[in-house]
């Protein structure tokens, strides 16, 4: 059971590297994929299959009101990696609300 986890878990990685090599090659999807022999269908599939689990992801969150103003924000990147930055004068209850909250989320 767990060796098909971790097989399912590397066959998502493998496609999204494909895939934003893809994007970043500046080639046809076609070309791209010949070069790479994978199928178009493959590539299709799966990147429609992955922007299906990205949104789903994404649709977990709760919305989020600020009710401060731009200065001093906490300003979270999900992307990989994820990344919290944080201007001078954040509220630090604030962040550890948040980070409380991912964190929670990941288990």
Do not use: N, Y
């Not at 919305?63 to 630090?92: A, K």
């Amino acid at each position: 059971m767990a060796r098909s986890i971790k097989q399912h878990s590397d066959r998502e990685q493998f496609w999204r590297e494909l895939i934003g090599r893809q994007q970043g090659s500046g080639q046809s999807i076609k070309a791209f994929c010949v070069e790479e022999g994978v199928s178009e269908a493959s590539f299709f599939a799966w990147r429609a299959e992955l922007s299906k689990r990205d949104r789903e992801e994404v649709s977990e969150f709760a919305p989020v009101q600020l009710l401060t103003s731009r200065r001093g924000c906490v300003e979270i990147l999900l992307s990989d990696p994820p990344r919290v930055r944080v201007e001078p004068g954040f509220d630090l209850q604030t962040l550890r609300d948040v980070l409380a909250i991912l964190e929670k989320r990941s288990c």
